[in-house]
């Protein structure tokens, strides 16, 4: 399968610890997106990098971090989790780094669906 | 900033119906906006863009700068179009994609 996948499908941990969610893109796609999507809440832009590079910020808290290695991958790293952090977490990569505008289609993953108690 | 408002969480129509997803959005310069789509254990993907100005699946979207909407409409609903809908936005210099809150479809027999 070439598609965008993550790993792990799902994950529980307690309050207080932390996780790194994977993300392998579409072969040939050089940027990533990270969204989180909470109950009753739409999807909500984490972050975004083009080849290795961050590219765009949106709504990620201090206590979350992510990165892009050199094959591309990206791991998302979720630390001091909280309640409120459970959510589903998705991927997305593109091709081009317009964040989807133009032919800049997005192509999610399954998600990660992160339980915190 | 740039929003984007789903005003229907979930949305009942009869197959043969026709149907009409409602979306505004938020934004102070030229938007592209977008129409994503989950079908029951599938991934989200790209149903149409209004820069393309198609037609996929009977589904139709038009740019409504005016009244800052862009509805999805189908003349007549069937029972695979059952899914999850958003309705997306990007634009300047951010770049980012912009998602709504979703709205669930579901057509009856």
């Known amino acids: 399968d070439s598609g965008v996948t993550q790993t792990p499908k799902h994950l529980i941990t307690a309050t207080g610890q932390r996780v790194t969610l994977r993300c392998s893109p579409r072969s040939g796609d050089l940027s990533v997106y990270w969204y989180q999507q909470s109950l009753d809440q739409g999807l909500q832009f984490l972050i975004q990098y083009y080849n290795g590079e961050e590219r765009a910020k949106g709504n990620i808290l201090e206590r979350f971090s992510a990165q892009q290695f050199p094959d591309l991958h990206s791991e998302l790293n979720l630390s001091s989790l909280e309640l409120g952090d459970s959510a589903l977490y998705f991927c997305?990569?593109?091709?081009?780094?317009?964040?989807?505008?133009?032919?800049?289609?997005?192509?999610f993953g399954e998600g990660s669906r992160l339980t915190v108690l | 900033a740039q929003r984007v408002t789903q005003p229907e969480k979930l949305l009942s129509v009869f197959k043969g119906a026709p149907v009409e997803l409602k979306c505004n959005y938020s934004y102070s310069g030229s938007p592209e906006l977008f129409w994503y789509v989950q079908y029951s254990r599938q991934r989200l993907q790209l149903l149409l863009r209004h820069i393309s100005r198609e037609s996929i699946k009977g589904f139709t979207a038009d740019l409504n700068k005016g009244e800052t909407s862009f509805h999805l409409k189908k003349p007549f609903a069937q029972e695979e179009d059952s899914a999850m809908y958003y309705c997306a936005l990007t634009g300047g210099s951010a770049r980012q994609l912009t998602f709504g809150s979703g709205t669930q479809l579901t057509v009856l027999p």
């Open positions: 997305a990569s593109s091709v081009v780094s317009s964040g989807g505008a133009g032919t800049g289609e997005l192509f």
